[in-house]
């Protein structure tokens, strides 16, 4: 039997905008948390970003699904007093302001730790908490060049290449759920006799990047090796590339398991390749992989993407397609795994992505979409205990965005 999402009972204020925030926000809010979300008077300026249909955009109707947004202006006292009632109530609070904001607001962790010992209070900035550049701007585009990662894509001797994402974002995000997720489980092992304590949990943009660099400080540290950028491959493992088929479609091949390699040699009619011990190792075949390359290029360039891929996958051979958006939505495996939801947006259907992983017992799912502006702000302020005139009184006076 299926049973609640398992975040259910928790709530989650959501302060900041843009993305490293409210995607972990969005995370959260997908598995079951109760997710309110503050904007100011104008909106989450994500709202008008990319792709607009009928004043909102796209990417907005995605991200802020399942939140219950209201607007309160945080520049006045009494906005921060709603603020400050709604963090009491609060099992977590995700933020993303540059440092010193919450504490020049008096909604900083240690200003409501008296009232919410429990809190847990997840920062995200571009440098973290504390050091030198804690106060320095720090967008995503900023920080994945400092964290490392941005030196090692592209190709050498040429400008480092930047994903077309907002990946140190996303990334900052995942990291603030897997901490959020942590201080939980520390909170919830507290006994009887020791109270539940909350905690901060630190995200900083650059360092969420500095997470994936793989082996990049050891070598450096223990062998002199800088890492370099190394194009459409990965420095070491061999082979591991793309190569434009006959039809102009491109098909990545990871052929660098020892076994796996002899199956693709033997496959293209290059066994001789296969029973050279001079290629038996992946330390040997870096030595030859211009060779290599060469010789996957040519095959690849005689078949087509469908027919490589058919021949490849049967004699066992890890490899895929290089797929844009309008490939993943046709593909029925991404179909079949539940990949995307559909949302009502006056009167129309929208597909927008599923929220992973996959949960066998207690699945997330999107109730419904990125809300307009204000939707919620009445149910949340009655919920706090305001009558019908306070909360017109904070409307006419400013504080809060009519709904």
């Known amino acids: 039997m299926q049973m609640d999402k398992p975040l259910q009972g928790l709530r989650v204020i959501e302060l900041g905008q843009l993305l490293a925030g409210p995607f972990a926000g969005c995370m959260l809010g997908y598995f079951g948390a109760e997710v309110i979300k503050i904007e100011p008077p104008g909106g989450d300026p994500i709202r008008n970003w990319r792709e607009v249909k009928d004043g909102t955009s796209l990417w907005w109707r ?12 945080l520049k006045t006292q009494e906005g921060r ?72 894509n592209g190709y050498p001797d040429e400008v480092p290449v930047r994903p077309n994402l907002s990946l140190g974002d996303s990334v900052s995000g995942l990291h603030a759920v897997i901490g959020i997720m942590m201080a939980l489980r520390a909170r919830d092992q507290k006994t009887d006799e020791e109270p539940a304590q909350g905690q901060v949990v630190d995200v900083a943009l650059y360092e969420s990047m500095f997470n994936l ?25 061999v082979p591991t590339n793309t190569y434009k088929c006959a039809d102009g479609k491109h098909l990545v091949i990871g052929g660098n398991g020892d076994s796996i390699f002899t199956r693709l040699m033997q496959a293209i009619g290059r066994g001789d390749i296969a029973a050279n011990e001079s290629y038996a190792t992946n330390a040997d075949r870096v030595l030859h992989e211009t060779e290599i390359d060469t010789v996957l290029k040519a095959w690849c360039a005689n078949h087509t993407l469908a027919d490589a891929l058919t021949f490849l996958e049967f004699h066992r051979v890890p490899c895929g397609p ?16 539940g990949l995307f939801e559909q949302v009502e947006i006056n009167g129309e259907y929208l597909k927008i992505p599923a929220i992973l992983p996959k949960l066998d017992n207690t699945p997330g799912g999107t109730e419904w979409p990125g809300p307009e502006l204000g939707s919620h702000t009445d149910e949340v302020l009655v919920g706090l205990g305001l009558d019908e005139k306070a909360i017109a009184d904070l409307k006419a006076s400013g504080v809060i965005a009519d709904s």
């Open 213 to 237: 660099l793989e082996a990049v400080i050891p070598e450096c540290h223990g062998a002199d090796i800088i890492r370099q950028p190394s194009g459409t491959t990965v420095t070491g493992i």
């Open 322 to 337: 290089v797929y844009n958006a309008e490939d993943m939505m046709n593909d029925q495996h991404f179909n079949e795994r």
């Open 81 to 152: 007093d709603l603020v400050r009632q709604l963090l009491v109530t609060a099992d977590i609070v995700i933020e993303n302001f540059r440092p010193g904001v919450m504490e020049n607001w008096g909604l900083d962790p240690e200003s409501l730790r008296q009232d919410n010992p429990s809190l847990i209070y997840a920062r995200i900035s571009g440098y973290g908490q504390s050091g030198p550049y804690a106060k320095k701007p720090g967008f995503a585009s900023a920080c994945e060049g400092i964290s490392g990662f941005r030196y090692l």
């Open 62 to 73: 995605s991200l802020a699904r399942n939140k219950k947004c209201i607007s309160v202006d």
